[in-house]
């Protein structure tokens, strides 16, 4: 089970800490990612993290200004976001999926096997 926490509403320019928090499974062995949702859009990808920690990648719009990170010893998955845009506000999801690829990031849905139900993000200009 993921569980999202940390959404909230904020103003442009203003940062926020997403995190995803693992049970009955150990974050380690997945590769993680992150993904939103808007009103009236499609899901998209906005950042993924490898199985072994060492390989990090971000959609374009949010690169410079998202960190994702994963902390084994509290078996959590992060996402720091900085310098907020309007155009963040979404309803953010995590995902994880067991891989044998350590060093692979996976940047779309169809590989993750597990999703959390989503942290809202509304950020006024």
């Known amino acids: 089970q993921l569980v999202e926490s940390g959404g909230g509403l904020l103003q442009a320019g203003e940062s926020l800490r997403l995190s995803c928090a693992a049970s009955g499974r150990t974050l380690s062995s997945y590769a993680m990612g992150w993904f939103r949702q808007a009103p009236g859009k499609e899901r998209e990808f906005v950042a993924a993290?490898?199985?072994?920690?060492?390989?990090?990648y971000y959609e374009d719009s949010v690169k410079g200004r998202f960190i994702i990170s994963s902390d084994t010893a509290k078996n959590t998955l992060y996402l720091q976001m900085n310098n907020l845009k309007p155009e963040d506000t979404a309803l953010y999801f995590c995902?994880?999926?067991?891989?044998?690829?350590?060093?692979?990031?996976?940047?779309?849905?169809?590989?993750?096997?597990?999703w959390g139900q989503g942290t809202q993000v509304t950020v006024s200009s």
């Open positions: 995902a994880a999926t067991p891989t044998v690829h350590t060093d692979v990031v996976y940047t779309t849905s169809g590989p993750y096997r597990y």
């Open positions: 993290i490898s199985e072994d920690g060492f390989n990090t």
